[in-house]
């Protein structure tokens, strides 16, 4: 307010020529102001700021069309009553043909042929079609006459369009230029409906100065009653009085938001128009707010109200959501056949009539003790606790149940520690498996799938815990272990079938000694038979699988044979095994072990520290320089003292230096040189110390050579 009375007044004067235009927007100081006034009074401060766009009704002309076209496709309506700018279309068919478009003229009237005019305006369709053929007969004597062969039909072409006022609390009142064919909603619709202050029940057509039709729009937005949507006609006018009341319903409604009573309307009818209650509705009783005038004040009603109570402008009702406890609910838990929520009636009101209604107890049912959980009213719940196996014979008392007990019925196993065996090795289906009574090791094996393909009957072991019986242990020994022997078809011998596990048991089956998969080696290139080849015993080594594989072929070359273990390439000299196989390198196969023995490879690779990096042919005749040459030489960052050639078969041969000599390695088919290429290292410039110490190792180094010489 304080803002308000400080602005000029021409800031407060609003120049909008479209009066009825909603402003919705509000600043955040407003929207502050509105919070901190709920301290006061939360219902009256939602009461006053509400929002009127949620008014029943008002969507329907949210997205009203700004022009109306009229539907020239439908069938001329019979009704339909003619006037100036109409056109009239008549067709001749059967032994005569002709066609006419006639347009009624300001005078009401069309003409055809030669004949005189015929007077159509104020007429129907229908009125127009008898006048028109009675006119036509003068022409044609026999038209539409029985047996004639000739005959007429006239429909309605172009239609004319007429003015209609939309006036009163419309959101866009104004004159209006439409279709003769619109209707009473056509025009609503352009006009955009009632205005905030406008009424959806009061909507007057006023022709000639009199009122010939009370629209109320909660029929055809509710029921889809069309019997106000009367047709136009021009210089109508629709008047579109304010609202008596709006009355707001809010919560477990299924369509909430303002509505507009009627006078004498009930909130039964209200309520219908909302939809109706949700699921969740509290219907028992709800609130409402009223304005006296003064001040808000809170009241209620029963169902038994609601049909004839009348509200009043203004008042907002509210539906609570029903509560989320189940008044009559008992439950049964644990060890019946169907534990679940059952409700207190006469027949299930009892412990006993409770178990048979959940279809008696399990098998397993600990019957000598239950539970029944009771609130006793407070924050604490109450348990009664029974013999169940003495309630069930008889003996004692039935125990009536009350709305929120809770039976509670354990098993026997819900009583004790849930125990395992274990079994691993040469098993199909290692792992934990339930502990039974009496269970023995041929049972486990049997819920394990049997053994493997490797695994043995004999020297079974079991690793028991030690609980209470110590008797002949050592101090430090805290497991027993047996060890038994357990047919192949489980079978035990009498001694062994006496033997019981005990809950976490370890039974451990071994594997045969000899028994392992078999191992492949594969040797592939230029042997008679390349392929996969098994390695019969632990001491076959590479030399042996030649023999296999039928010999090496002419054209092998031995020093390029690479040797494969584990995906990664082993350096061997193929050609010094098969000449010695007391050779170290000769190594023992493995599992997937893969020998390559190529061809002949004629090029060589220079790589690195020189001019042209290339592949080259092999050239008995060139040394190692000569191969340098061939790449155009060692550049300026080439490390010719790390020099070194890598070998098809995986070894590799460096640059060898002896005083002022160098050993370049010999280059064969299929290698690769390389020259390391220097990092370039900034060096620090030498401190006063470093040269001192230089100068005085040169000195020194001088003067020994002088005494020699």
């Given amino acids: 307010m304080r803002r308000r009375l400080q602005q000029k007044p021409a800031e407060n004067k609003v120049n909008d020529p479209n009066r009825d235009k909603l402003d919705e927007t509000r600043s955040q100081d407003e929207l502050d102001e509105e919070a901190n006034n709920e301290k006061d009074s939360t219902n009256a401060s939602r009461s006053r700021n509400r929002n009127l766009n949620n008014t029943f009704g008002a969507a329907f002309f949210a997205r009203s069309s700004n022009t109306f076209e009229p539907n020239l496709r439908i069938a001329t309506p019979r009704n339909y009553i003619l006037g100036p700018e109409d056109e009239i279309i008549v067709d001749i068919y059967g032994n005569a043909v002709d066609n006419f478009r006639m347009r009624v003229s300001p005078e009401g009237t069309v003409k055809m042929l030669n004949l005189a005019p015929v007077y159509v305006n104020g007429l129907t369709i229908e009125q127009a079609n008898e006048r028109i053929v009675n006119r036509l007969r003068q022409a044609y004597s026999s038209l539409n006459r029985p047996g004639s062969g000739t005959y007429s039909s006239i429909t309605l072409g172009n239609v004319r369009s007429i003015r209609v006022m939309v006036t009163g609390e419309a959101a866009q009142p104004g004159s209006y230029t439409v279709s003769s064919l619109a209707t009473a909603f056509n025009v609503l619709s352009i006009s955009g409906g009632p205005s905030r202050n406008g009424s959806y029940r009061n909507i007057e057509i006023i022709r000639n100065n009199k009122i010939i039709k009370k629209i109320d729009l909660y029929r055809f937005l509710v029921d889809a009653d069309l019997r106000d949507n009367i047709s136009m006609q021009d210089q109508d006018i629709i008047l579109i ?34 939809g109706g209650f949700t699921p969740e509705a509290y219907t028992k009783t709800f609130t409402y707010q009223r304005n006296t005038g003064t001040n808000y004040i809170i009241g209620s009603l029963d169902s038994a109200q609601i049909t004839s109570f009348v509200p009043r402008n203004g008042d907002i009702f509210t539906v609570k959501r029903i509560l989320e406890v189940v008044s009559n609910q008992i439950e049964v838990r644990g060890a019946v056949t169907v534990p679940g929520n059952y409700a207190l009636e006469e027949r299930c009101n009892t412990v006993l009539k409770l178990i048979q209604m959940a279809q008696g107890l399990s098998p397993r049912a600990f019957l000598n003790r239950a539970t029944l959980e009771r609130s006793s009213g407070d924050t604490q719940t109450g348990i009664i606790a029974f013999d169940l196996r003495k309630l069930v014979n008889g003996e004692i008392a039935d125990i009536p149940l ?31 498996y339930f502990y039974y009574k009496d269970i023995t090791i041929a049972d486990l ?4 799938g049997g053994y493997t393909e490797g695994g043995i009957p004999y ?5 028991r815990r030690v609980k209470n019986d110590t008797t002949g242990l050592p101090a430090s020994q805290n497991v027993r272990i ?15 079938q006496k033997f019981k596990l005990l809950p976490q048991d370890i039974v451990i089956v071994r594997k045969s000694p000899r028994y392992e998969p078999q191992r492949i080696v594969t040797i592939v290139g230029e042997v008679l038979y390349p392929g996969n080849y098994t390695i019969i015993n632990n001491f076959e080594r590479i030399s042996d699988i030649f023999a296999k594989a039928g010999g090496i072929k002419p054209e092998a070359y031995l020093p390029g044979a690479r040797f494969y273990r584990d995906y990664e390439q082993v350096a061997i000299d193929l050609k010094a095994i098969i000449e010695k196989p007391s050779l170290p390198s000769n190594l023992l196969l493995i599992n997937g072990d893969t020998l390559v023995i190529p061809k002949k490879s004629e090029t060589v690779r220079i790589q690195g520290g020189v001019y042209n990096p290339s592949v080259v042919n092999f050239d008995p005749a060139f040394g190692y320089n000569e191969y340098i040459s061939q790449a155009g030489g060692y550049t300026d960052q080439g490390w010719k003292k790390r020099a070194y050639v890598s070998y098809p078969n995986g070894r590799t041969h460096r640059t060898k230096t002896f005083l002022f000599f160098k050993s370049y390695p010999k280059v064969e088919p299929g290698s690769t040189v390389t020259i390391p290429i220097k990092r370039n290292n900034v060096q620090e410039p ?24």
């Fill in 445 to 448: 094996i049997f819920q394990a």
């Fill in 459 to 463: 020297r079974i072991e079991v690793s």
């Fill in 686 to 709: 030498m401190t006063r110390g470093e040269r001192f110490a230089l100068i005085s190792l040169f000195s020194t180094l001088a003067i020994a050579l002088i005494r020699i010489f």
């Fill in 402 to 432: 009350l709305a929120g007990d809770i039976l509670t019925i354990k098993a026997l196993d819900d009583l004790k520690e849930f125990t395992f065996l274990t079994i691993s090795g040469s098993i199909i289906n290692p792992g934990n």
């Fill in 241 to 274: 009085r304010p609202f008596e009341s709006h009355i707001e319903l809010s919560g477990e409604i299924k369509r909430p938001g303002i509505f507009e009573a009627v006078q004498g309307e009930t909130i039964t009818n209200l309520i219908r128009y909302a």
């Fill in 482 to 496: 047996f060890t038994m022997d357990v047919a192949d078809n489980l079978v035990l011998n009498p001694e062994d």
